[in-house]
């Protein structure tokens, strides 16, 4: 299958500051990323949808100023999360389609820790 | 509407033995049904897909039945090895998004 990457893998930042996070599909172009978040025993959540060359679709309750996605190139998507809270501790994933949409391929995930 | 709702929440199944995961839908707009495993604090790994044409659809030990009248589908593992016990998502495609169970935790006891 096709391979997604993310970076970093885990992050632990203060209370206040902003955290990148970037997806990238390794061997696959990307018009299309998506960015889902997981809490502990929970199932995944899409936060947004990131298109490459316009804006983010967000889902509905997810603040778009607080989650900014930037999807830079075909096979970059970045999820910034600014001004980070304890609340927003959580595994973000991103996913990519290869071939059809329907078939989206996983990123590792990052862990992500706000003191 | 968009919800996919799956069953069991944990299951404990024995070494060779059969884990059997089932998920329904409401929405008839979904096409694309696929099921993920996920290890703990990695990304879920696509496993095997079906889409409403078909009934049943067969990759090694997983199989995939689908019950479009019913708007129910399963993931059964057969001959489960501890190597299985991980947490099984089902999804549902439609438009451009994926809709995800709640998720099952499998322990395969050896």
């Known amino acids: 299958g096709a391979v997604v990457s993310q970076h970093p893998s885990w992050v632990i930042c203060k209370s206040g500051t902003s955290v990148k996070i970037e997806c990238r599909s390794l061997d696959f172009q990307a018009t299309t990323m998506f960015w889902y978040r997981q809490f502990p025993k929970q199932s995944l959540m899409l936060m947004a949808t990131?298109?490459?060359?316009?804006?983010?679709?967000?889902e509905q309750g997810v603040e778009k100023d607080k989650f900014l996605i930037n999807h830079a190139s075909l096979t970059l998507s970045t999820l910034t999360v600014t001004s980070a809270h304890p609340e927003d501790s959580s595994f973000y994933i991103c996913?990519?389609?290869?071939?059809?949409?329907?078939?989206?391929?996983f990123g590792p995930g990052t862990r992500l820790l706000v003191l | 509407q968009q919800q996919v709702k799956q069953s069991p929440q944990s299951l404990i199944v024995q070494k060779g033995g059969i884990s059997i995961i089932n998920c329904a839908y409401e929405n008839t707009a979904f096409d694309y049904f696929p099921w993920y495993q996920q290890f703990p604090g990695k990304g879920p790994a696509l496993l095997i897909a079906?889409?409403?044409?078909?009934s049943e659809k067969k990759e090694g030990r997983f199989t995939i039945s689908f019950n479009k009248s019913a708007k129910q589908f399963s993931l059964h593992i057969m001959d489960s090895q501890p190597g299985d016990s991980a947490t099984y998502f089902c999804?549902?495609?439609?438009?451009?998004?994926?809709?995800f169970g709640e998720g099952t935790q499998l322990t395969v006891n050896p």
């Open positions: 996913s990519a389609p290869q071939g059809t949409q329907e078939t989206q391929y």
């Open positions: 999804a549902a495609f439609s438009g451009s998004r994926l809709t």
């Open positions: 990131s298109n490459e060359g316009s804006k983010a679709t967000y």
């Open positions: 079906i889409r409403p044409d078909v």
